[in-house]
């Protein structure tokens, strides 16, 4: 992981996320925290990695969310050359539908 995310106020927020009970208080907490449109972009870089997941085109991906290339490529790279985090997640949320 990046040296220069690792620090005590970045320690704060996850702390405080990891609190965060159900549904309802994500979305309580993250728009206190984030405008309309971090929040946004970030649930498209996540609809992004899931589309890339599941083997979609760029084209296929542009058009459904509306992402640049620039944005997909980015993605694509953090999955493959990335620190794993999406596929920590993908993992459980495939076994928690199971």
């Known amino acids: 992981m990046n040296e220069i995310v690792r620090q005590p106020a970045v320690d704060h927020l996850f ?14 907490f993250f728009e206190d925290l984030c405008t309309v449109n971090e929040l946004l ?9 899931t589309m ?3 083997k979609k085109t ?6 459904a969310t509306g992402a640049s290339t620039a944005t997909i490529s ?4 953090s999955l493959h050359y990335g620190n794993d985090g999406y596929e920590i997640v993908f993992g459980r949320l495939s076994d928690s539908a199971s």
């Open 15 to 28: 702390d405080a996320i990891r609190t965060l009970q159900d549904r309802e208080e994500c979305y309580r």
């Open 52 to 54: 890339l997941k599941d």
């Open 41 to 49: 972009s970030l649930s498209q870089r996540f609809e992004v990695a």
């Open 74 to 77: 980015r993605v694509n790279r």
């Open 58 to 63: 760029y084209l296929e991906i542009a058009g």
